[in-house]
């Protein structure tokens, strides 16, 4: 079963405060994403991991940035975050054509 | 780049009738169709997918058709059920490796 898993769940940060987003699967892909959601928008994509620090951006980088270490891993950053940035943020892995999506962050920048 | 739109935004069924969700995209060169499912606060569960070179799917009451002439692409809920109410998400991708262009949704209420 393909699980992808994401840490925190809920988040509160005053603005200006780093956020640090964590997501993880078990099943050894190597492309992952970080995707967010927001009503009326539907889901945009920040960026792309290909493998082990080889990240490319997506539609909407700016006020993000992304680590890989281990394939398994892949965190979302955000330096002195912005009440902007409250969003849903959904992580997802790649296996041929069908992306998996974890649980979700929702993330609150007050 | 590509877009997506789908129609309707909200949709409400009688509990054993049939819902259709259409979404329409722009490039011709996109090769994978995804269609996925949102329950309330959850993360987007795939439902199924369809390779550009496939015409129709069917699994577990559920029915994809794929018109590439029209650029069109549908999802039927067949005997919709209570369990069936959610936010249900088309999306495309032409390059594998890039990310998914999503349509914005579909609210889908069953009711008794």
């Known amino acids: 079963d393909m699980k992808v898993t994401q840490m925190p769940r809920y988040l509160i940060k005053r603005m200006g405060e780093n956020v640090l987003l964590e997501c993880g699967q078990d099943?050894?892909?190597?492309?992952m994403y970080w995707y967010r959601q927001d009503p009326g928008l539907g889901l945009q994509l920040i960026y792309i991991?290909?493998?082990?620090?080889?990240?490319s951006e997506g539609d909407i980088p700016k006020g993000y940035r992304v680590s890989r270490k281990k394939r398994e891993h892949f965190s979302l950053i955000l330096d002195s975050a912005k009440t902007n940035q409250t969003s849903v943020y959904f992580c997802?892995?790649?296996?041929?054509?069908?992306?998996?999506f974890g649980p979700g962050t929702r993330l609150t920048v007050l | 780049g590509e877009q997506v739109e789908q129609r309707p935004p909200h949709l409400s069924v009688r509990e054993g009738d049939s819902a259709i969700i259409i979404c329409t995209y722009t490039?011709?060169?996109?090769?994978?169709f995804s269609w996925y499912k949102q329950e309330a606060g959850a993360g987007l569960q795939l439902l199924m997918s369809?390779?550009?070179?496939?015409d129709r799917k069917e699994e577990q009451g559920l029915t994809v058709l794929l018109n590439k002439k029209d650029k069109r692409l549908s999802l039927n809920l067949t005997a919709a059920h209570p369990g069936d109410s959610a936010v249900y998400f088309c999306?495309?991708?032409?390059?594998?490796?890039?990310?998914?262009?999503f349509g914005l949704g579909t609210r889908v209420s069953v009711f008794p």
């Open positions: 997802a892995s790649r296996t041929g054509g069908e992306q998996y």
């Open positions: 490039d011709s060169a996109t090769a994978y």
């Open positions: 369809v390779l550009s070179n496939v």
């Open positions: 999306a495309v991708i032409n390059n594998y490796a890039q990310g998914l262009t």
């Open positions: 991991s290909y493998d082990v620090d080889s990240n």
């Open positions: 099943m050894s892909h190597e492309t």
